[in-house]
């Protein structure tokens, strides 16, 4: 099994985005040389914002859901409005990256501001079984709405959602997760090994059945 250690946002302006993301999730950015780390002292809390030098180009695949006491919350810290005719609102950040609001009343909105995890999907119940197994919790589906997810997993206090989409993965996740654990298992279950640790890094890329990157660390 493994554990889910970190979340991962590439910008091309790692400040802009820190700036953004570190209110928006209710979290302090601290720089760690051309990366921030965004934090509150919760392990399982943090997210790293990477400099990346491509653009966003397409919609992204993966994206976040917040809780927010108001839409405007993110518009102030420069977010733009893409929809608002959901019960929650789609919006995009300061590089267009996709994210949803859905607004609490304040006794239910938490500090952390993190709710989930959208990822599209070719087959979310076939991708959801995957990840439960490699997190050795149990996937939840709804064919009607032709969704699944992680309700928990080891590590990780937000869901895990995967949802059906027509189109197929065409460019680089912006957002993944990095897990701790063994490189062997994963590929034998069925991922890829995209990069072994070397060089700059000490830590192997992987993707998933449907080509979403991940990282793995040693237990």
């Not at 928006?24 to 720089?31: C, H, I, Q, V």
């Amino acid at each position: 099994m493994i554990k889910l250690l970190d979340l991962c946002l590439d910008a091309v302006d790692a400040r802009r985005a820190a700036d953004f993301w570190a209110p928006a999730l209710g979290l302090t950015a601290e720089p760690m040389d051309d990366k921030f780390l965004l934090t509150d002292g919760d392990d399982e809390h943090r997210l790293w914002i990477n400099p990346v030098p491509e653009p966003k180009t397409v919609k992204q695949r993966v994206h976040l859901d917040l809780h927010v006491a108001a839409v405007s919350e993110l518009t102030a810290l420069g977010a733009t409005v893409l929809n608002d005719t959901q019960p929650w609102t789609d919006l995009a950040d300061p590089e267009g990256g996709e994210l949803c609001a859905f607004v609490r009343e304040p006794e239910r909105l938490p500090d952390y501001r993190l709710y989930e995890v959208v990822v599209d999907s070719a087959d979310p119940h076939l991708i959801a079984g995957w990840w439960a197994e490699q997190f050795g919790v149990p996937a939840e589906h709804d064919q009607d709405e032709g969704a699944s997810w992680l309700a928990e997993a080891p590590g990780r206090p937000w869901e895990l959602i995967f949802t059906r989409v027509p189109e197929p993965k065409t460019v680089k996740n912006r957002i993944h997760w990095d897990v701790q654990g063994d490189v062997g298992p994963l590929v034998a279950a069925g991922a890829r090994v995209l990069r072994d640790p070397g060089g700059d890094i000490h830590w192997a890329v992987l993707a998933d059945p449907e080509g979403n990157e991940f990282c793995v660390f040693d237990a």
